[in-house]
């Protein structure tokens, strides 16, 4: 049997202090265990000098593979790049901060090879994060799952191996707008977890500040639900009947004359609101579904052929 490929998917934004020390420990536990490999770095455009540093390592290591950006374009796309050159059986996509051990790499490999097309990392721990973005992930990977009707693994980043099968699949998902641990769920096949610590980082400082990690909140959310709408349309069937009622409740009282504490104004308000909640919902459904045509996304992933290429005349 030809030896398998492992194609290492490492994305980097400023890590000039964290960038050889990343190497060194991924290349150690490759040839350690004797492991065929690439190892292809992003450079999503940044300003410090990660480039240079990358460049010098392709220069000594010609497994080493480097893209670098034009500019900054966020992990999740730097990741995207990676995996879309990757030439690997299975591609293992990791942060280059060693947050995410890559000794663990080897266990994932093998349970790839007992069958498992997907094997994540779940974090049952994660050290040296602020208070306030362990509870924020926390909510949010809960939230998540509430919404979704893609079965996603909870307190999960991208750190994943994914087979050659998968792989192709997500490079066929042009969405601009990407949750990769989603979109790598919503592909399926048999996908497992490996569970391990987080740590700390290496060196410097956390690439994904606030406003980084909204922009990925919302399109897990907005990419995997469309319960936001139906909320909407929700709240505006319940107003519309309430408003409704209280309609019928003040022509009555108006009719025999009986005098009560509900002003009348009030039914109007409640009644046109639940009309203009619902008008905007039904608005929602045709933009839902808009956009999902326009995600493009391909209506079904195919795990096993049988017989197909056979002929039966
Ligand atoms: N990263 C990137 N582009 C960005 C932000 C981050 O390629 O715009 C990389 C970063 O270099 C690291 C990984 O994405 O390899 C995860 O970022 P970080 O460790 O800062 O996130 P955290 O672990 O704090 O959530
Ligand atoms: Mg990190």
Known sequence: MKEKLISLVIPMYCEKDVARECYKRVKKVMTDNAIHHEIVFINDGSSDNTIDILEEIATEDQQVKVISFARNFGHQIAVTAGIAKAKGDAVVVIDADLQDP??????MIALWQQGYHVVYGQRKKRKGETWFKLATAKFFYRFLKQMTEVEMPLDTGDFRLMDRKVVDVFNDMPEKNRFIRGMVSWVGFKQTALLYEREERFAGETKYPLKKMLKLASDGILSFSFKPVKWIEGTGVVLLVVGFLMM?????????????????????????????????????????????????????????????????R
């Open 102 to 107: 890559p000794e663990v790499i080897p266990d």
């Open 248 to 312: 019928l409740f003040s022509l009555v009282t108006w009719i025999n004359g009986t005098v009560t504490d509900v002003p009348g104004w009030l039914w109007v308000v409640v009644l046109l609101s639940g009309v203009h909640l619902l008008a905007l919902g039904i608005v929602g459904e045709y933009i839902v579904r808009i956009y999902d045509e326009s995600r493009g996304r391909p209506l079904y992933t195919v795990e096993k052929e049988i017989n197909m290429e056979s002929d039966n």
